[in-house]
Antibody, heavy 116, light 107 residues
Framework: QAQVVESGGGVVQPGRSLRLSCEVS????????MHWVRQAPGRGLEGVAT????????YYANSVKGRFTISRDNSRNTLYLEMKSLGIEDTAIYYC?????????WGQGTTVTVSS | DIQMTQSPSTLSASVGDRVSITCRASQSINSWLGWYQQKPGKAPNLLIY???ILESGVPSRFSGSGSGTEFTLTISSLHPDDFAIYYC?????????FGPGTKVEIK
C-alpha cells in the first residue's frame, strides 16, 4: 500500500530555517514526481513545490521561490523541503503528495508554526 | 501558473438536496482535474479524478463532469456526512493549483 509520511515540522522563529522530510513506501519512489502542498490555518490548499522523478526538474510557487528548495534522495526513498527565511505567512500544515497515477497519495501532514 | 476559481464560495443546503459546485481554469486543462472533500483537522480526501472518474470507495451520489476550462461537482442527494469544504485541483502542470474552496453548510 502506497504511503507517505511527513516529519520535521515544529515551531520556528521568523527568519530561521527548517527542513521537512517525507519518507515513502509501497511504491517505486524513483519513478514518480513528488509535490509539497501546504494549508495555512483556515485557508485553502496551495501547491508549494514539485520535483520530477529524477530530481532534474523543479517548480515552485511564486510565494516561496528563492526561499524554499525541494530535493529528493531516491536511495533513501525520501523527499525533502528546505525552507529558509521563514515568515509568519509560512505557518501551515505541509503535505507531501505523490504524483497522480491515476490518483495521488497524500500524507497526513506536518505542522510548521512560525512565531517569535 | 494556471488559476483555478470556484463558485459559489459557500452553499447552504438541506439533507436530500441536489447541489452543484463549479470550477473554472484560466486555460484548458483537458480533463486533468480532481475534486476533494476536506473536513476540519483532516487531510483532503479525493472524490473524483480525471474530471469524472469516481475514486474507489466514494459514494455514487458524487459525480463530476466537464473538460477544458469548466467543471462541475454534483452531489445528487446531500447526506449529513457531506457538509464539508470542497476543492478542485488541476494537475496538468506544475506547480499544482487549487480552487479556493466551496463550503457546503447546513441551511
Amino acid at each position: 500500500q502506497a504511503q507517505v509520511v511527513e516529519s520535521g515540522g515544529g515551531v520556528v522563529q521568523p527568519g530561521r530555517s527548517l527542513r521537512l522530510s517525507c519518507e515513502v513506501s509501497g511504491f517505486a519512489f524513483d519513478t514518480y514526481g513528488m509535490h509539497w502542498v501546504r494549508q495555512a490555518p483556515g485557508r485553502g490548499l496551495e501547491g508549494v513545490a514539485t520535483i520530477s522523478y529524477d530530481g532534474h526538474n523543479k517548480y515552485y510557487a511564486n510565494s516561496v521561490k528563492g526561499r524554499f528548495t525541494i530535493s529528493r534522495d531516491n536511495s533513501r526513498n525520501t523527499l525533502y523541503l528546505e525552507m529558509k527565511s521563514l515568515g509568519i505567512e509560512d505557518t501551515a500544515i505541509y503535505y507531501c503528495v505523490r504524483e497522480w497515477d491515476p490518483v495521488p497519495v497524500w500524507g497526513q501532514g506536518t505542522t510548521v508554526t512560525v512565531s517569535s | 501558473d494556471i488559476q483555478m476559481t470556484q463558485s459559489p464560495s459557500t452553499l447552504s443546503a438541506s439533507v436530500g438536496d441536489r447541489v452543484s459546485i463549479t470550477c473554472r481554469a484560466s486555460q484548458s486543462i483537458n480533463s486533468w482535474l480532481g475534486w476533494y472533500q476536506q473536513k476540519p483537522g483532516k487531510a483532503p480526501n479525493l472524490l473524483i479524478y480525471k474530471a469524472s472518474i469516481l475514486e474507489s470507495g466514494v459514494p455514487s451520489r458524487f459525480s463530476g463532469s466537464g473538460s477544458g476550462t469548466e467543471f462541475t461537482l454534483t452531489i445528487s442527494s446531500l447526506h449529513p456526512d457531506d457538509f464539508a469544504i470542497y476543492y478542485c485541483q488541476q494537475y496538468t502542470s506544475s506547480p499544482w493549483t487549487f480552487g479556493p474552496g466551496t463550503k457546503v453548510e447546513i441551511k
